[in-house]
Each structure stands twice: as C-alpha cells, then as structure tokens.
C-alpha cells in the first residue's frame, strides 16, 4: 500500500496461528495513523489541538458533494468559488490523483489544495474536504492549508480513492478509528448515490443504492 515518504510502512505479524497448534489465529498489524484513507486531527498541525476521538461524527456523516475537477495541478480558489459551495457542505475532490493509486510508487506531483483555497472554504463554513490523495496539501507548501481548515473546525479526510465516482451529490459515511488523543486515524469510508437528489438538485435527500467504497 502506498504510503507518505517517512511515514511507518504496514507491518503485519501473526502471534498466534492455527498451523503452529495455537488455539486460535491472532494477528497483529502496525502502520502510521495517516497510512491509507485517513482523517486528520486537529492536533496534527496545532499545538495543544484536539485530537481524532473528538471529532464529531455528524461532520463526516451525512450529504456530501463530489467535485470532479479534471487535470488541475492545484485546486486554486478560482477553481472553486463558482461550484455553489455552501456553508455546511462536505466537499470531496476528485482530480487526478485517483489514477495513481493503481501505481506502485509514491507520486509527488499530486493535485493538492492551496492555502488560499483551503481559506476560503473555511469561510464559507463547509464542515468536511476530501481529496483523492495521501495529502490536502503540496509536499513543500508548509502547514498553511491544513491549519487554514483544522483551526476552523473543518475535517479533512485523505486518500479518498474516487475512480469510480462521478460528480454529483451522494450520502457520506466517514467512520474513523477512535484513537484518544491521536493526530489521525484511519477510516472506513463509504459513499451512497442520492438519484433523487441528483434528479431534483435538493440537498440531503433520502439517499438510494448503490455503495461506494473508498
């Protein structure tokens, strides 16, 4: 599984096995908590920041929108701010970067957030931003975009993988582990089809099959 440069690699160890005459089969993996699709604490950028377990759960969970924006290398403010965002919104963003996942190797050229971008969605009050990579943010461009969103109360989630999701409104289901006081954890994420919505344009209506997941 890809991970960030640095960060723990997945290490799976069996304490216990069946074959060996043990009673039962007992597994053990460790890896970093930003390792596959992830949430982000705020503690992961902020001193004294709270930490993954106090996220509220009705941010992760509920409508959410799939921006598709194509082939940009950055997600500028101008590629944004005409796409009706709303306060309130959980905002995913599909770019390119859901390509790479079938590759082996660690991209560094992936789309990310700018700051400047990462500032006006907290403004608008958007509770939730997704991105189809390990990172919101460019690998040299400092903690500006995560403390822009973690010091307004928006979640971020990383390493969506969106290849199979088109554009649209779908129920969002975000359950990260619960880890006490951690600057991350990994989540089980999955993403429901609202036709209806989609056919009416409303927000938030009873969503339909199939899953999704990410």
């Known amino acids: 599984m890809l991970h960030w440069p640095g960060n723990p690699e997945i290490v799976v160890t069996q304490t216990e096995h069946l074959r060996r005459g043990d009673e039962a089969t007992v597994s053990c993996v460790s890896l970093g908590v930003h390792t596959g699709t992830h949430v982000d604490a705020p503690v992961h950028f902020i ?3 709270a930490g993954v377990d106090s ?8 409508p959410a929108r799939v921006l598709d924006l194509g082939e940009v290398d950055r997600i500028r403010q101008s590629e944004i701010e005409g796409r009706e965002i709303r306060a309130g919104d959980r ?3 599909k770019t390119r970067n859901s390509r790479y996942w079938n590759e082996k190797d660690f991209r560094s050229d992936y789309t990310c957030l700018v700051p400047e971008s990462a ?12 991105i189809d990579y390990l990172s919101i943010a ?3 461009s400092g903690p500006e975009t995560h403390r822009a969103l973690l010091s ?3 979640c971020i989630i990383e390493g969506l993988d969106l290849s199979g999701v088109g554009p649209g409104l779908y129920d969002l289901i975000c359950l990260p582990l619960r880890l006490e006081g ?9 993403l429901r089809k609202s036709r209806l919505a989609d056919e009416q344009g409303t927000r938030g209506s009873r969503p339909n099959p199939p899953q999704r997941r990410l």
């Open 138 to 140: 460019s690998m040299d």
């Open 91 to 93: 905002v995913l963003f």
């Open 152 to 154: 307004a109360g928006v």
């Open 47 to 49: 001193i004294d920041g």
């Open 119 to 130: 500032r006006w969605l907290a403004a608008q009050g958007v509770l939730t931003v997704g």
């Open 55 to 62: 996220i509220r759960l009705d941010r992760l969970i509920g």
């Open 182 to 190: 951690l600057d991350g954890a990994p989540a089980r994420v999955l």
